[in-house]
Each structure stands twice: as C-alpha cells, then as structure tokens.
C-alpha cells in the first residue's frame, strides 16, 4: 500500500468519527488535503535502490544512495525514480531466451575450429550507485538497463575463449585468464552505462562425445603422470634421506679416521721431537767432545810443531855447526857412528901418481 492510499484511509476514518459536523468536515478537509500532499512529497529509498531526482525546473540531477526517504517538491518540480542497485544474476543456460536475465547457453568456436559448450554461465552485476543518473539517462526506468547484458556479455566471452584452443581451456589455470581477460573487457563497455560485472563464473566446457573420450583420457593419463610424478618425488625425497644416511656415516667414518691419524700424527710428532731432543743432545755432547778433541789435537799439534820445531833448529844448528868443523872432527864423528863396523879397505890407484882416495865397500855388518 502506498503513503496516499494510506493517507487516504486515515481520512475517511476520521471523517466517520466526526460525525458530519461541517466545521470539523473544513478542518478534516484540509488536514486531509496536507497529508495528502504531504505524503506526495516523500518518497521512500529501500535498501538495495538508488534514486535519482531531476528538478524540472533548473534541470539539476541529483543521485541518492542512501534509504530513507527523500523530498519531491510536488506541481511537477521535482521527478525522483528509483532503479534496482543490489547484485543480480545473469545467466547463460538452455536452449531458449527467457527473460532479460535467463538467455540461452553459450556456444564458443574455439582456436583449432572446435565448439564447445558452457552449459550454465553465471555473470553477477550490478548498477554502480553513484552512477544511477546516467543509468536511468541511457536505460530509462525499471530494469531496462539489463537490455546490456546480453549483446555484451555473449560477444565478449566468445571472442575470449575462442582465442584458446580446446586443450588449452581445458586448462584451469588458461580458463581463469580468458574469464579474467572477458570481465575486464565487458566492465569496460558496461561502466559507459553506469553498470559493472563483479564475477563471472563458468562451468567446464562441454565438448563433442569423442572429444570428451579423448579429454578423459587425457585426464586419466594426467593422473597417471602425477601419481608417476608423486613416485619419482618419494623416490627422490628417499635418494635424499638414503644419501644423508650416507654422508653421515661416511662422516662419522673420516671423523673416526681422522681422529685416529690425529692420533697417530700427534704420536709421530711427539717422538720425532723427542727423537730430535735426543738427536739435539747427543750433537751437542759429540760436538762438545769434538770441539774438546780439536783443541786437543790443535793443542798437541801445537806443542808437536814447537818440538818439531825444536828439533829441526837443533838439528839445523847442528849441521850448520858440522859443516864449519875440521875434516878431522867429522871424520871423528864419522867414526863415533861407525863404532863397532868392521870395514874392509884396499887401496887401488887407477894411476902412477893418484890424486885421491877411493874407498869401495866390500862387505860387513853395520
């Protein structure tokens, strides 16, 4: 019931209770006249509407998003009309044109010259609130901005998706970007007229009976790769850990191994300076006992080559001594050392008249 028809009621229900009285009729008569224009001059905002007030007298265009109520000037001043801004639910399903928003399913012709089907393609929109003038300005009243939708929505995602071949929309990942790259382009469009595409959201695609075969199999052969794929990654995560096994317990082994050469280097070490130790004092003792023979031997050397000395000048003064003495002397010598040797002479001359002695030893003990 609308604020007249209630302003209306209340009316006569006070006209009954006054009875008839004339007086009272003028004042009920024109309380009723003021409810009346009163009620003409709101107009109430339901959440989920925007309204769009025009004043007809300076051409001014105001949008109110806000529910409540609102004032219209009545005598034609004002001219508020209200359109739907909530979510809505385009569909693409079937095989017939229902109504603005049910349409029949999406056919694409894909990249390779195959077709496939959407059989339930949602698109959720709605009108932009701050854009609700030039809504009602392309569109008008009521819902006639939903006549968009359809051109739009149909040519855009068919021109996206028939940009992928049948492998590739197959393909979540592929199929999310071709509906991505569709939003975009229909909210590009749509926004002119103050609309705007929040999700679109499609079923997978529905191919011909053979291509189905051959996408199962596909899928199957998928599934088989990545249980496949799981194997070598077990397998590997496996190699992994074995070869951490490994590598700890050839560690362990070195670390073992190279603490018994430590070990055993350590061991090596100490005897070679203790060997060096002993080595260090048997030279120091033999270099000490040489060096005491040396100069020993330097010493006695030393004392031989004074008596050496000695000698070869009393030797050297004696025959200087000798050779400045008489023939006779030496021949006194001669005989001192010849004491006890028997020597037999006999005198020869190889002349008449010999001018010296001869002596030919013949025999005899020294």
């Not at 609309?195 to 199957?220: A, D, G, H, M």
């Not at 090596?268 to 005491?292: F, L, P, S, Y």
């Not at 005198?347 to 010296?356: C, E, F, G, L, T």
Request: aromatic letters at 4%.
């Amino acid at each position: 019931m609308s604020n007249t028809d209630k302003a209306r009621e209340r009316a006569q229900a006070a006209m009954r209770s006054l009875g008839g009285n004339p007086s009272r009729l003028w004042f009920v008569g024109a309380a009723i006249v003021l409810v009346i224009i009163g009620s003409r001059s709101c107009v109430t905002v339901e959440p989920g509407h925007v309204a769009v007030r025009v004043n007809n007298l300076t051409g001014a265009v105001e949008t109110i998003t806000q529910p409540g109520l609102i004032v219209r000037l009545p005598f034609g001043i004002h001219t508020v009309y209200t359109i739907e801004a909530a979510p809505q639910t385009f569909h693409m399903r079937g095989d017939k044109n229902i109504d603005a928003l049910n349409v029949n399913e999406l056919t694409v012709r894909a990249s390779d010259g195959s077709n496939f089907v959407f059989n339930d393609t949602t698109i959720l929109f709605r009108v932009i609130p701050s854009q609700g003038a030039r809504v009602i300005a392309d569109a008008g009243e009521g819902h006639n901005y939903r006549m968009w939708m359809l051109p739009y929505a149909r040519s855009i995602l068919r021109d996206e998706f028939g940009k992928e071949s049948t492998i590739s929309v197959s393909n979540p990942t592929t199929f999310g970007q071709a509906t991505e790259r569709a939003r975009t382009r229909i909210n590009e469009l749509l926004t002119k007229h103050g609309l705007e595409v929040t999700s679109i959201v499609t079923p997978r695609p529905r191919f011909s009976n053979e291509y189905e075969e051959l996408i199962e199999s596909r899928n199957q052969t998928e599934n088989e790769l990545s249980v496949i794929d799981s194997n070598l990654q077990r397998a590997e995560t496996e190699r992994s850990r074995r070869l951490a096994e490994v590598d700890r317990d050839q560690n362990k082994i070195m670390q073992e191994k190279r603490a018994e050469l430590e070990a055993a280097l350590a061991t090596a070490v100490a005897a070679q300076t203790e060997t060096h130790r002993a080595v260090d004092t048997t030279k120091i003792e033999k270099v000490a006992g040489g060096e005491a023979s040396l100069s020993a031997a330097r010493q006695r050397a030393i004392e031989l080559k004074g008596q050496l000395q000695a000698q070869y000048e009393a030797k050297k003064a004696e025959i200087d001594a000798f050779r400045v003495q008489p023939l006779e002397r030496v021949m006194e010598r001669l005989g001192e050392r010849l004491e006890g040797v028997t020597i037999d002479i006999q005198p020869w001359a190889n002349d008449s008249v010999p001018s010296r002695l001869q002596v030919e030893k013949v025999g005899g003990a020294e």
